[in-house]
């Protein structure tokens, strides 16, 4: 009796441990290999803080096997502010998240071009009424204008050197920008108007590509590697902006 009650207390407690759905989106001209160790280090922090998980990898833009030129017209499509018909990386996103999304916690981690089509996707779903709670991590992403109802759920991060100075190109493209009302109501360009609610700078050794970098050049004199710098920052902010709140 006593063994069945502790499979039995053991069976509920794998049911209440909430259950969080993670993709990883790749951004223009991405090897089919690059998420590879990412989705482990990530289904660990699940693990970890206590939370059931599917991790899975899209490309919303082809991997690198299809054009670059193709690719980086359908991500610049992504930029925008306003629906269009041009934002093919939220689209084919959207669409793969469809087929098994049933109202968990979701999670987009976008690396490039990803982060754009990562939060177009979560507008398409928001506007099918098909979100639960979500969160969007873009990583060295192009700016893309974030609604302020959202911009709360929204991580950005881009790589520095030692001194401040951006080491990442692709996160100077894209703006945030828009016009407010300034002193005396004249109008004021805000660059910050449609920012993400948490943006900060990320030390790693590399530039643009090698976010989630985990081996030789890319480890640092203390053995933490790109990876494990990139994750655990994103995974503080997740841990205190959705698990915390809805735990």
């Known amino acids: 009796m006593l063994v069945l009650e502790r499979v039995k ?70 930029l925008s502010k306003r629906f269009t018909l041009f934002q093919h990386g939220g689209r084919h996103a959207a669409n793969s998240i469809r087929k098994s999304y049933v109202g968990e916690p979701l999670i987009l981690i976008g690396h490039s071009g990803g982060g754009a089509a990562a939060y177009q996707a979560i507008r398409i779903l928001h506007k099918e009424q098909k979100l639960g709670d979500f969160r969007i ?33 692709v996160a100077k493209l894209g703006t945030w920008g828009g016009w407010s009302a300034g002193r005396f109501m004249l109008p004021r360009w805000d660059r910050y108007k449609y920012a993400p609610g948490h943006i900060e700078e990320l030390r ?26 990139t994750l655990g920052r994103v995974w503080k902010w997740l841990q205190l902006s959705l698990f915390c709140r809805s735990g």
């Open 9 to 78: 207390m053991s069976i509920q407690g794998a049911e209440q441990r909430k259950f969080v759905r993670v993709y990883l989106l790749a951004g223009v001209a991405t090897s089919p290999q690059f998420f590879n160790t990412g989705c482990e280090t990530v289904g660990k922090l699940c693990e970890q803080s206590g939370w059931r998980s599917t991790v899975e990898v899209l490309f919303p833009y082809g991997d690198n096997t299809r054009g670059v030129i193709s690719q980086v017209s359908r991500a610049a499509g992504d």
């Open 137 to 169: 991590v873009q990583l060295g992403s192009p700016k893309v204008p974030i609604c302020p109802d959202f911009r709360n759920r929204v991580y950005y991060a881009y790589v520095v050197d030692e001194q401040g100075r951006r080491k990442d190109p």
């Open 204 to 229: 790693l050794l590399g530039g643009h590509a090698d976010y989630f970098r985990h081996g030789h050049p890319y480890v640092d004199k203390n053995q933490v590697s790109n990876l494990d710098k």
